[in-house]
């Protein structure tokens, strides 16, 4: 069933300003003819306008005088509901990822592969993975597509669990558990509790790393070891993402697959030619994912001039001063001629750093970024710089390539 016959059946009645290939949004700024807007919270105080434009409106705030639209009680739950309805009847095989990191480039890896071998993919776009963008995503797929890959986020208990039950997926992928999201959590079990929310609602099979502490235990999952398979993709970590794919779509029934014309999203160990070799893997950071690629960067680029920019590691809870500290010593087998910081908690890195002696870098904390770019230009060497810029999303370590556009 399509789409728009699905929301018609939902509502019960037919729309005519509709048709097979309307578009969804959240944004009234996107609205025309033929879109269906979803209108959430203060979205409602939009929802006359997005009327006027043209748009099928539905609207949960009492007393609007719209016409072509629908009135629910909570937009986001029916927006949940209709994308399960959607999911069920359009018959997709889905494909759930979680974890604490790797889930974009997991995603990506087989967005790339599956495309490669002609098959009619949609995935998450950006950081659509909450009770918000999960159903959004599903409902931004076109009719005719034979795979949804959904990423699936999470800061507590519960919230897989949600978003399992909206997207059943057919076959699900957890990349690991790690540090990521303790400033709620509290534990790694709980961590491990949450994430492997995804398996009641899974209906054929899981695939998991095989080398995780926590996911090892797991007695029905298929257990992957890192593989060695040719790819255009850098470092150990992604060998292991390429290794759980592989294991999935072999499970499936795809052979000959090519994983060296991979695609990954922006920000994800991202090299990027501007003043200097920027690697930007500054999309977000974990004690794991720091020390993923702090190794690979360790590995490359060996005839240049090595910079390696850390920023904090966010929400990591009541021992986020240890996990700072404690990359001193991913740190110390890291070839590197400079280390810069930035950050109040890699301040914490910064002063284990001045208690050893055998640092073979220079290194130097910061609390402005732009002072940072100033201190890389007066770098005296003659290799050509690479940098590499890793820290939470929030802390933005982006901004420190300087990229002709």
């Given at each position: 069933?399509?789409?728009?016959?699905?929301?018609?059946?939902?509502?019960?009645?037919?729309?005519?300003?509709?048709?097979?290939?309307?578009?969804?949004?959240?944004?009234?700024?996107?609205?025309?003819?033929?879109?269906?807007?979803?209108?959430?919270?203060?979205?409602?105080?939009?929802?006359?306008?997005?009327?006027?434009?043209?748009?099928?409106?539905?609207?949960?705030?009492?007393?609007?005088?719209?016409?072509?639209?629908?009135?629910?009680?909570?937009?986001?739950?029916?927006?949940?509901?209709?994308?399960?309805?959607?999911?069920?009847?359009?018959?997709?095989?889905?494909?759930?990822?979680?974890?604490?990191?790797?889930?974009?480039?997991?995603?990506?890896?087989?967005?790339?592969?599956?495309?490669?071998?002609?098959?009619?993919?949609?995935?998450?776009?950006?950081?659509?993975?909450?009770?918000?963008?999960?159903?959004?995503?599903?409902?931004?797929?076109?009719?005719?597509?034979?795979?949804?890959?959904?990423?699936?986020?999470?800061?507590?208990?519960?919230?897989?669990?949600?978003?399992?039950?909206?997207?059943?997926?057919?076959?699900?992928?957890?990349?690991?558990?790690?540090?990521?999201?303790?400033?709620?959590?509290?534990?790694?079990?709980?961590?491990?509790?949450?994430?492997?929310?995804?398996?009641?609602?899974?209906?054929?099979?899981?695939?998991?790393?095989?080398?995780?502490?926590?996911?090892?235990?797991?007695?029905?999952?298929?257990?992957?070891?890192?593989?060695?398979i040719k790819t255009n993709l850098l470092g150990e970590h992604n060998l292991l993402n390429v290794s759980l794919v592989d294991s999935l779509l072999k499970y499936i029934g795809y052979t000959?697959?090519?994983?060296?014309?991979?695609?990954?999203?922006?920000?994800?160990?991202?090299?990027?030619?501007?003043?200097?070799?920027?690697?930007?893997?500054?999309?977000?950071?974990?004690?794991?994912?720091?020390?993923?690629?702090?190794?690979?960067?360790?590995?490359?680029?060996?005839?240049?001039?090595?910079?390696?920019?850390?920023?904090?590691?966010?929400?990591?809870?009541?021992?986020?001063?240890?996990?700072?500290?404690?990359?001193?010593?991913?740190?110390?087998?890291?070839?590197?001629?400079?280390?810069?910081?930035?950050?109040?908690?890699?301040?914490?890195?910064?002063?284990?750093?001045?208690?050893?002696?055998?640092?073979?870098?220079?290194?130097?904390?910061?609390?402005?970024?732009?002072?940072?770019?100033?201190?890389?230009?007066?770098?005296?060497?003659?290799?050509?710089?690479?940098?590499?810029?890793?820290?939470?999303?929030?802390?933005?370590?982006?901004?420190?390539?300087?990229?002709?556009?």
């Amino acid at each position: 069933m399509s789409k728009l016959s699905t929301l018609e059946e939902i509502i019960g009645k037919k729309i005519p300003t509709l048709n097979e290939e309307f578009k969804v949004t959240m944004n009234s700024k996107e609205t025309s003819e033929n879109t269906l807007f979803f209108a959430i919270n203060k979205g409602n105080d939009y929802a006359k306008e997005a009327e006027n434009l043209g748009a099928f409106v539905i609207f949960d705030k009492e007393g609007l005088d719209i016409e072509n639209g629908y009135y629910v009680k909570d937009t986001v739950k029916f927006m949940q509901e209709y994308a399960k309805k959607y999911r069920e009847n359009n018959g997709f095989i889905v494909i759930g990822i979680t974890g604490s990191n790797g889930k974009t480039t997991v995603k990506d890896i087989l967005y790339s592969v599956l495309k490669e071998k002609g098959e009619k993919v949609y995935k998450t776009q950006g950081n659509y993975n909450n009770h918000i963008g999960l159903p959004f995503t599903i409902l931004s797929a076109r009719d005719e597509d034979k795979y949804l890959l959904l990423e699936m986020g999470m800061s507590d208990l519960g919230e897989i669990d949600l978003l399992g039950y909206i997207a059943k997926p057919d076959y699900s992928i957890i990349t690991n558990i790690g540090q990521s999201h303790l400033e709620y959590l509290k534990t790694m079990e709980n961590v491990f509790k949450a994430k492997t929310e995804i398996i009641p609602h899974t209906k054929k099979k899981v695939v998991v790393s095989g080398n995780d502490k926590y996911l090892s235990t797991l007695e029905d999952a298929i257990k992957v070891e890192v593989k060695n398979i040719k790819t255009n993709l850098l470092g150990e970590h992604n060998l292991l993402n390429v290794s759980l794919v592989d294991s999935l779509l072999k499970y499936i029934g795809y052979t000959d697959l090519n994983y060296e014309n991979i695609s990954l999203t922006g920000g994800r160990f991202q090299i990027i030619k501007g003043k200097y070799i920027y690697i930007n893997d500054a999309y977000n950071a974990s004690p794991l994912s720091m020390k993923a690629s702090l190794e690979t960067f360790s590995k490359i680029y060996d005839e240049n001039c090595k910079v390696a920019v850390l920023g904090d590691m966010l929400e990591l809870g009541n021992e986020e001063n240890k996990y700072h500290e404690d990359l001193c010593f991913v740190l110390k087998e890291t070839k590197i001629d400079f280390l810069y910081l930035y950050g109040q908690r890699m301040k914490y890195l910064y002063n284990k750093l001045l208690e050893l002696k055998e640092i073979k870098f220079k290194f130097k904390h910061f609390d402005i970024k732009d002072e940072i770019k100033i201190e890389i230009d007066n770098i005296t060497d003659d290799r050509e710089k690479v940098i590499l810029l890793k820290g939470s999303r929030s802390m933005k370590m982006e901004e420190i390539m300087e990229v002709n556009n």
